[in-house]
């Protein structure tokens, strides 16, 4: 399984990115697939997890109505649109993966965090300033 974020920049506070996350050696559908930021020293915080495939999608307190998850199957590819970006969503932000999961798993995976996941992209650094 590879997993390749892009998108991040260095944006102004109040703008938009949208962050890309490709999926590879995975059957795509059926995936628990999470977005994380993690800041320098701190732990790797989840952002938004989606059953992809399906019509769930949960959001952390701290993004909600700013951030929107959205999938092109047929890309294989999952995108994190962010808006009136402030300077706390600054960190490097990370895509994550768990396949042949079910809804239930992903709302249970986005409870518990970075250690539901097994596969994890590179990371892409976003900087709002």
């Known amino acids: 399984v590879q997993l390749v974020e892009s998108g991040g920049d260095s944006v102004q506070a109040g703008g938009s990115l949208r962050l890309s996350c490709e999926a590879s050696?995975?059957?795509?559908?059926?995936?628990?697939m999470g977005w994380f930021r993690q800041i320098p020293g701190q732990e790797r915080d989840g952002v938004a997890t989606?059953?992809?495939?399906?019509?769930?999608?949960w959001y952390s307190d701290s993004v909600k109505g700013r951030f929107t998850v959205s999938q092109d199957n047929a890309k294989n590819t999952l995108y994190l649109q962010m808006s009136s970006l402030k300077a706390e969503d600054s960190a490097m932000y990370y895509c994550?993966?768990?396949?042949?999961?079910?809804?239930?798993?992903?709302?249970?995976?986005?409870?518990?965090?970075?250690?539901?996941?097994?596969?994890w992209g590179q990371g892409t650094q976003v900087t709002v300033s």
């Open positions: 989606t059953f992809v495939g399906g019509t769930s999608t």
């Open positions: 050696g995975v059957t795509y559908k059926r995936c628990c």
């Open positions: 994550a993966a768990e396949p042949r999961r079910s809804s239930t798993y992903c709302y249970l995976a986005f409870k518990a965090g970075s250690e539901a996941y097994n596969y």
